[in-house]
């Protein structure tokens, strides 16, 4: 009976998560309940397997069950730690040694050295290791299923995001940074997508125009919006005009507000989106939602071995946007911690 209720719970998480995505794919909501869905899905299988009068050799179904579960976390824990591990030093290689550029490498680190202590508590029969690995493990996995919603909603949102741009009034591509003043491999891809976008919107709306937003960084000679407009100029087959310049910004939420405040100059009202590259697109989305313009985001296709950092960045601004959930959820994930630390202080003192 409590597998049956778990999968029933399973599938209204299901539904709903495909409900919020058909509504407005903008939703953080839809990852995470389509990981809940999936998660409650499997315990459900698992409570099923386990009342199973049924035995394989020594053990019972749900005994090997569990097994097989734990075998499959923990190889596909291992297959990612290497993953990411080979991505960062790539990262180091192709992009230098700036903090943005190690995310990869310190998740893959962190993921391995958690493994290889948990493995040698056992191996070497270490309890009190054992004890903070365990303690420890229900952080991990809330880490890991923030990431993974995240990623979730990422890729439906990409799925979804292009069904109404013949609805859009206007092109807003975000601008990124510069390289000795000029339009550096990454930024050119979104200036490109922004020129197809344009196209695909003027279908529909011949006169909507194409914002280029980036302001005048401190390490610029030039404004990012200026060397975009610049850079339109030098390519003439893909024309983009009419090109209006936002160069007053400097973060994201800056780029959307101050490029609808200038479309609303030059009279355009309506549904706007905004091209940025795609492991952007989804926190440039939800900040239109958040700042109540209408519209959504699409991303420009980024060299793969780019993406993991960058994404796990998207995904530390994603949460940071959302701090007081998130906050709320690590710290009942890591409440065991500080527990056990209080129960360890008392001892010692008594």
Avoid: C, K
């Avoid at 499959?72 to 290689?93: E, I, P, T, W």
């Avoid at 492991?279 to 991303?299: C, F, M, N, S």
């Avoid at 993406?307 to 960045?313: E, I, N, V």
């Avoid at 409440?335 to 001892?347: E, K, Q, R, S």
Wanted: aromatic share 4%; hydrophobic share 55%; charged share 15%.
């Amino acid at each position: 009976m409590e597998g049956m209720i778990l999968l029933l719970l399973a599938v209204v998480l299901a539904a709903a998560s495909i409900l919020w995505a058909r509504q407005d794919p903008r939703r953080l909501r839809i990852g995470f309940a389509a990981v809940a869905a999936v998660l409650l899905a499997l315990y459900g299988l698992l409570v099923l397997a386990a009342n199973a009068p049924v035995r394989i050799g020594p053990a019972s179904l749900g005994a090997w069950t569990v097994l097989g579960a734990v075998g499959v976390s923990a190889l596909g824990s291992l297959v990612l730690a290497g993953y990411l591990l080979f991505n960062g030093v790539q990262m180091l290689r192709r992009e230098g040694r700036s903090p943005a550029h190690l995310l990869s490498l310190l998740a893959g680190l962190a993921i391995l050295g958690y493994l290889v202590v948990a493995v040698a508590s056992v191996a070497f029969d270490s309890p009190q290791v054992a004890a903070w690995v365990l303690l420890a493990f229900p952080l991990v996995v809330t880490a890991g299923l923030l990431f993974t919603g995240v990623l979730v909603t990422s890729l439906v949102h990409a799925r979804l995001a292009r069904r109404h741009l013949g609805d859009a009034r206007a092109i807003v591509v975000l601008g990124a940074g510069l390289i000795a003043g000029r339009v550096p491999p990454l930024l050119a891809g979104r200036l490109r997508e922004g020129a197809r976008v344009a196209d695909l919107v003027r279908a529909s709306h011949p006169s909507a125009p194409l914002v280029v937003s980036g302001g005048h960084g401190a390490d610029e000679p030039t404004a990012e919006g200026h060397a975009m407009r610049a850079w339109y100029t030098e390519h003439p087959e893909l024309a983009a005009d009419p090109v209006l310049v936002e160069d007053r910004s400097h973060t994201t939420e800056e780029n959307l507000r101050l490029s609808a405040a200038l479309l609303a100059e030059h009279g355009v009202t309506g549904p706007l989106v905004a091209v940025t590259s795609d492991y952007h697109a989804l926190r440039a989305a939800t900040l239109l939602r958040r700042l109540g313009l209408p519209g959504d985001a699409v991303g420009a296709r980024t060299a793969a071995y780019y993406r993991p950092s960058a994404f796990l960045r998207e995904v530390v601004a994603l949460l940071r946007d959302h701090r007081v959930v998130t906050a709320i959820v690590l710290a009942l994930a890591a409440a065991p911690i500080p527990l056990a630390l209080g129960v360890l202080l008392v001892d010692a003192l008594g």
